[in-house]
């Protein structure tokens, strides 16, 4: 239990742990009087819990490493993790939760696009900093109209993932000039997510040469894709577009294959996991997805990292936003460093550390990080994935600039 005491007449919070912490003592001599609580926020149970797992669990690793090595001295910090099972009335409830409990001075995620567009405004409203490494439907940063006229509607939103603007472009422009695709069927799971990257991508493949043949719509939790399978066989089309998670695409492709449709399925981040592989057998081959930076793997900063989610058996799956979710926590973490005077926390504590996220720059496992004036990420880095030998295999990385 943390029990926050406002001191009026010096203008600061002290937070205090109740039993035994409070007389223990780091390795530094200093004890540990100050207990900070970073929330997280994703689907850990049922759809899309894979990746909501490998967010958690990321942000876990930077916790535990901040205590380790005593990142802020003096302070103690600790994980809250949020289910939201991917519903944005869920998402807004477990914000809800995380502004009442005074020990929260950030919150990651969450992983939904639609469940931030619930959550933002609670958060803003207490002051709360909330950093996604998975949101990238551009009008949560840009506004609505970002398309004509970028204003950015929370100053306490970030995230340390790109915006459907750079991955859909991304995404049409290997599969026209890479993969050489001039036919493509382009579908969406009608969510904020999925329904912005398909149309983005429609807009740039159409402008770059290729011919959308066709467009249609699943729902969430669809598993019978009999009478979209034969649109799209009948449409000439050299490969699908998919516009959502994998839950639905693991099915959609396996069914399309096992039609006679041998074209690739294109899709996005939301594809990226090795669930889809799991599931979608063989029929998975040659598939192709988009995800934000460069492979974890290949970055020398993420080694230990990587080291540690083994090592700890972590479920989940790290590949997708872990890295991202391990820099997001630690822009809170380094935030509050500042924040912190003389052992105390200020009465603004919150405002303060939203204030120090958005001039803070360093250097994350996953690239430098440092936030624009939007709060979206400075690093545009973009990798092409595909399934090869079962595996997702980077085909091709960069940055993107849209055609107008």
Same mark, same amino acid.
């Given at each position: 239990m943390v029990i926050l005491t406002s001191v009026l007449t010096t203008g600061a919070l002290t937070l205090t742990a109740c039993g035994s912490r409070d007389d223990k003592s780091d390795n530094s001599g200093a004890k540990n009087d100050i207990t900070v609580t970073i929330g997280v926020d994703a689907p850990l149970t049922g759809q899309n819990s894979a990746t909501g797992l490998g967010i958690q669990y990321g942000s876990q690793i930077a916790v535990d490493d901040a205590n380790k090595n005593h990142t802020v001295p003096g302070v103690t910090f600790k994980l809250k993790a949020l289910d939201d099972k991917a519903l944005p009335a869920t998402g807004q409830q477990n914000a809800t939760a995380l502004v009442a409990d005074a020990s929260v001075l950030g919150v990651v995620g969450p992983l939904n696009s639609g469940v931030a567009t619930q959550m933002q405004q609670v958060f803003d409203t207490a002051n709360l900093v909330e950093i996604s490494p998975a949101n990238t439907a551009p009008e949560l940063t840009q506004g609505k109209n970002w398309q004509t006229k970028k204003v950015r509607p929370y100053k306490t939103y970030f995230r340390t993932a790109t915006t459907d603007a750079l991955q859909g472009g991304f995404a049409a422009d290997y599969a026209y000039n890479g993969l050489k695709k001039k036919k493509a069927f382009v579908v969406d799971d009608k969510q904020t997510y999925g329904a912005g990257l398909a149309k983005i991508f429609n807009e740039q493949f159409t402008k770059l040469g290729g011919k959308v043949v066709g467009t249609d719509h699943v729902n969430t939790g669809d598993r019978d894709f009999s009478t979209l399978v034969t649109k799209i066989k009948n449409s000439g089309a050299e490969m699908l577009y998919y516009g959502g998670q994998y839950d639905e695409s693991e099915v959609l492709t396996k069914q399309l294959k096992d039609a006679g449709a041998k074209i690739p399925l294109f899709g996005g981040d939301g594809m990226f996991s090795p669930t889809y592989i799991k599931t979608a057998g063989k @029929?998975?081959?040659?598939d192709l997805v988009t995800s934000i930076g460069v492979p974890v793997d290949t970055l020398p900063a993420a080694k230990d990292f990587i080291a540690t989610y083994k090592a700890k058996k972590y479920p989940g799956d790290y590949g997708? &936003? %872990? %890295?991202?979710? &391990?820099? @997001?926590?630690? @822009?809170?973490?380094? @935030? *509050?460093?500042? *924040? *912190?005077?003389? %052992?105390k926390l200020p009465s603004d504590a919150r405002a303060q550390v939203v204030a120090a996220v958005q001039k803070n720059t360093f250097d994350g496992i996953s690239g430098k990080l440092s936030f624009d004036e939007f709060g979206d990420t400075t690093n545009k880095q973009l990798t092409v994935y595909q399934v090869t030998g079962g595996e997702w295999k980077s085909v091709h990385s960069g940055s993107f600039e849209p055609k107008s």
């Open positions: @029929a998975s081959e040659g997708t &936003y %872990g %890295g991202y979710s &391990y820099d @997001a926590t630690t @822009a809170i973490i380094k @935030a *509050v460093g500042q *924040v *912190v005077k003389d %052992g």
